[in-house]
C-alpha cells in the first residue's frame, strides 16, 4: 500500500489555484477535464515532490472542481493537509503578503495554520528544528479557528 492523493473540493477552481499554486507554493504537475462528467481534476505537488509526481506519482493534493455550481461548507470536517517547509517565518510572510491569515501563527517556530479559500485547514510545519521564536509571529494572537 501506499499513499496516492488527498482530495478537497473547490468552490472556485480559479481562487483555489491562485492559493494552492501562487500564495502557497505548490505545482500544477497534470490535469484532467472531463465534459460528461462536468468536473476537472488538478493534480499539485509541493516543489520538492513534483518531479517525483510527474515521474512516479508522488503523494499529491487533487482539487476536484464539479462545474455545475455547488456550495461547499465545513472545511474543518476534512482535517487538514500538511507540508514540511524550509523556513516557516518566510512562508508565513508570503502567505501574509498575499492577504492570506495566518490563523495560528508560528509563534513556537515550528507549526501554523492557514485555510483555502474553501476553508480547508493547512498545516505548515518547519522542517528540522524549529527556529528560535521571533517577533512578530511570538505576540500574533489565533485568528479564527484551524
Not at 21 to 43: I, M, Q, S, W
Request: with cysteine; charged share 25%; glycine share 8%.
Amino acid at each position: 500500500m501506499r499513499y496516492l492523493h488527498s482530495m478537497i473540493r473547490a468552490g472556485d477552481l480559479e481562487a483555489a489555484l491562485d492559493f494552492f499554486c501562487t500564495k502557497l507554493g505548490l505545482e500544477e504537475v497534470r490535469r484532467h477535464d472531463n465534459p460528461a462528467g462536468r468536473f476537472t481534476l488538478v493534480f499539485l505537488a509541493a516543489p520538492k515532490d513534483s518531479e517525483r509526481a510527474r515521474r512516479d506519482g508522488a503523494p499529491l493534493v487533487e482539487i476536484t472542481y464539479n462545474w455545475d455550481k455547488e456550495i461547499y461548507s465545513g472545511g474543518r470536517n476534512f482535517g487538514h493537509l500538511a507540508f514540511g517547509v524550509d523556513d516557516i517565518y518566510a512562508v508565513c510572510a508570503r502567505l501574509m503578503a498575499h492577504g492570506v491569515v495566518i490563523n495560528r501563527p508560528p509563534r513556537d517556530g515550528r507549526m501554523a495554520f492557514v485555510r483555502s479559500p474553501d476553508g480547508i485547514s493547512i498545516e505548515l510545519l518547519q522542517e528540522g528544528a524549529p527556529l528560535p521564536p521571533a517577533e512578530p509571529w511570538v505576540s500574533m494572537p489565533n485568528s479564527g479557528s484551524w
